[in-house]
């Protein structure tokens, strides 16, 4: 009943997560495994020509480097789906996308929806877990590439977007704007997986967020109905993307553009000033 998509980059790990969904999935499926063993193929490409062959009328999207914990897995997969208004789920979004520069999740503890095990550099592994209403599910706006999950129609309506999003940056949430157009997103709880390693804000990942942020500037911010300080959740979402661009050196008009837009957001907040701190604090750690 599913197909399950990965682009693969390590024969290893495709190694153990077949033999884990072959142990915890409970239904019939295949895996369509694309490799790109140097990246050669970006994500959204790989999952678009697989799931041109996919056979099963369920999508599941997944990154190699994870574990599933959860038994029968695939069976509540498709119960989440059979409701004809989702559109498509995961285990880690959040409740808006701002107009600003921002990923898939806002690290705001009322915003974001996650449930996971995260496995540290080090071996050792925490529960995240983000789900202040306590629900069965939590619409949200956004979802992460780690897990998605959709119907094959979902997909053919709203395939990946390959040629903006050539690497491994920005087809997550574009895939997911694409998909609220028309359906509903949600995070659930009753699927746990382990993930093996920890995202981080490169180049790539900062020149796909611009690219999102001007495809998508005519329908951006989109959130939830009932969230309130939207301005608020704007300037904390370009004060954490300036940082990246200091951390990655990445600078250009675009640099000062996000900078003034953040003090006609909040001309008096004294971040505006820790900002430039922080850009000194770096250029004495000679990392600029």
């Known amino acids: 009943m599913i197909s399950i998509i990965i682009c693969s980059r390590n024969q290893s790990l495709l190694n153990d997560i077949q033999i884990n969904i072959s142990q915890t999935i409970g239904t019939n499926y295949e895996i369509i495994a694309q490799k790109s063993p140097n990246g050669e193929m970006g994500i959204a490409k790989a999952y678009n020509l697989s799931g041109a062959t996919a056979k099963y009328p369920y999508l599941v999207f997944v990154h190699e480097d994870v574990q599933f914990h959860s038994e029968n897995w695939g069976q509540k997969v498709i119960k989440h789906l059979e409701n004809e208004a989702t559109g498509l789920i995961g285990v880690v979004g959040t409740k808006i996308k701002t107009s600003a520069p921002s990923g898939a999740w806002l690290n705001n503890s009322l915003l974001d929806r996650f449930f996971m095990i995260q496995r540290n550099p080090s071996g050792d592994n925490y529960i995240k877990y983000a789900n202040p209403l306590n629900e069965e599910i939590s619409e949200v706006k956004i979802l992460d590439g780690l897990f998605l999950c959709c119907r094959k129609n979902v997909w053919k ?5 390959e040629l903006n999003f050539n690497n491994f940056h920005g087809y997550d949430i574009d895939f997911s704007l694409q998909i609220q157009q028309l359906y509903k997103l949600y995070v659930v709880y009753d699927i746990e997986l382990e993930h093996f390693s920890n995202g981080g804000n490169s180049k790539a990942w900062i020149v796909a967020m611009i690219k999102i942020t001007k495809k998508w500037n005519n329908v951006l911010p ?15 979402a370009i004060d954490y993307y300036i940082k990246a661009l200091i951390q990655n050196r990445y600078y250009s008009i675009h640099t000062i553009l996000i900078y003034v837009k953040m003090l006609y957001l909040d001309i008096f907040n004294l971040n505006n000033l820790k900002i430039i701190k922080y850009f000194l604090k770096n250029i004495h750690k000679n990392k600029i």
């Open 157 to 161: 309506e709203n395939k990946f977007d």
């Open 222 to 236: 989109t959130y939830i109905t009932g969230i309130d300080d939207i301005l608020s959740i704007e300037y904390n």
